[in-house]
């Protein structure tokens, strides 16, 4: 069959190399100028030389091989792709809580968790505001605790973050300074939509973090997505945007760039709303699901400021700041290479400036699925569309796990999910045959 593939992030990569290899005529589509989706990597030179180039990502930089990423990891270690672990760490100060807290630490266990309770209680002792840290630390101690019982409880399905948050009684100290600044940094998610998530996302995401060390792509994430997509290369056209999708009888026709192409089946690995926008003769079932998804945009900068570091070291992996700039998130990419220059990603909320653009080395755009209610909902209902008139749907917010798992936002989905669909077009094709 003639396949078009609209969208070249992990989704759209992972449906092609199946599909390749089952002997079908692909093209992949991307808009941009470069193949990965929400996967960008960047060269940055750690001499004037330019010799010992570091990756810098300026999407995702992370995976766990055990719990959220076991499929993907598997496939990463049967490609040959080198990743190693790193230790995951976070760091907070706001300048209007008088509250800072690190989970950077020496020491590991028992010892390490009340290190780090005492430090947040001295730095609140120093401040008049002893009481209101120690209070905030058992919170925090006691959220954690809950992670498993959120995950696994039916009495939770479907129940949003700001409810949670009010029947279990979180004071406003928690809210401001662990809850949104941890979402924000997930899922680049302001503060006007983070009370709006669905509750066992936000929880299961947590509990699987902290459960196992984290991994990283020693030579960058373009390596791991090269090694996916360099058997079909030449069949990926980049700064080709497609901007409609007709259905005509037995075949489907994609308009881009001005010119109309005809497929047997097309992939649609975009973002929901453009992928909407793009069904120029959406059904109603289609748009009551695509319209339930939200998304919002997010700017990052990748830049050598470091007044957008604490100003106190050790810095964390990540570096959650508030102050008159806004809510911020910074990744010091010295964590994963610390023997090349320092290297800053940082993105925030209602920020007021920008780093220095002096010491900038580049931006991105990103369009984020936000993880709502309606969100877990559509994620699901989504297989009801899938193949109406030679059309499918793969990406993040498609469900691809068990079926009785939580919908999850991270890039095992989206990875499963190719490889589901390239599954169901096959089977569809036996069916006719």
């Known amino acids: 069959m003639k396949i078009g593939i609209i969208g070249s992030g992990i989704a759209g990569l992972m449906a092609a190399r199946q599909l390749h290899e089952q002997q079908h005529a692909i093209t992949v589509f991307e808009a941009q100028d470069y193949i990965g989706g929400h996967v960008k990597t960047v060269r940055d030179a750690a001499g004037e030389d330019g010799a010992g180039s570091m990756p810098v990502e300026?999407?995702?930089f992370m995976h766990d091989p055990r719990y959220i990423h076991p499929t993907m990891n598997a496939y990463v270690r049967k490609l040959g792709v080198v990743s190693q672990p790193f230790k995951l760490c976070?760091?907070?100060?706001?300048?209007?809580?008088?509250?800072?807290w690190s989970t950077k630490s020496e020491y590991s266990g028992a010892v390490r968790e009340w290190s780090l309770l005492l430090a947040v209680v001295w730095d609140g002792i120093r401040h008049g505001q002893g009481l209101r840290n120690w209070e905030f630390m058992f919170e925090l101690r006691r959220f954690l605790r809950?992670?498993?019982?959120?995950?696994?409880?039916q009495g939770y399905a479907g129940m949003r973050l700001e409810d949670f948050l009010r029947k279990e009684n979180y004071s406003d100290c928690f809210v401001q300074t662990w809850m949104l600044p941890q979402i924000l940094c997930w899922w680049g998610v302001t503060n006007t939509h983070a009370l709006d998530t669905d509750v066992q996302v936000v929880a299961s995401s947590m509990n699987d973090v902290v459960r196992t060390p984290q991994h990283f792509f020693t030579d960058g994430w373009d390596t791991f997505l090269k090694s996916v997509y360099s058997p079909y290369q030449e069949r990926i056209q980049t700064s080709r945007r497609v901007t409609k999708i007709n259905r005509c009888g037995d075949s489907v026709q994609v308009l881009v760039d001005g010119r109309v192409e005809d497929f047997d089946q097309v992939i649609v690995a975009t973002p929901p709303d453009i992928s909407l926008?793009?069904?120029?003769?959406?059904?109603?079932?289609e748009a009551a699901i695509l319209q339930k998804f939200e998304t919002i945009t997010t700017t990052v900068y990748v830049h050598r400021d470091v007044s957008w570091l604490p100003?106190?070291?050790p810095w964390a992996t990540i570096n959650l700041m508030h102050d008159a700039r806004g809510s911020l998130c910074t990744f010091w990419n010295g964590e994963l290479h610390p023997e090349k220059p320092a290297v800053f990603v940082s993105w925030g909320d209602?920020?007021?400036?920008v780093p220095d653009p002096a010491k900038t080395l580049t931006t991105a755009r990103w369009l984020r699925t936000l993880p709502t209610v309606n969100y877990t909902r559509a994620s699901r209902e989504i297989e009801a569309i899938q193949?109406?008139?030679?059309?499918w749907h793969c990406g993040a917010h498609v469900h691809a796990l068990d079926a009785d798992s939580i919908p999850s936002l991270w890039h095992e989905n989206a990875f499963r999910s190719g490889i589901r669909v390239a599954e169901k077009i096959a089977a569809q094709q036996r069916g006719a045959a």
């Open 90 to 100: 976070f760091s907070y100060s706001s300048a209007g809580h008088k509250l800072a």
């Open 277 to 285: 926008d793009l069904l120029a003769d959406a059904t109603p079932a």
């Open 58 to 60: 300026l999407g995702v």
């Open 146 to 153: 809950s992670l498993p019982k959120l995950c696994e409880s």
């Open 311 to 313: 100003a106190k070291k």
């Open 387 to 391: 193949g109406a008139g030679g059309v």
């Open 350 to 353: 209602g920020l007021t400036a």
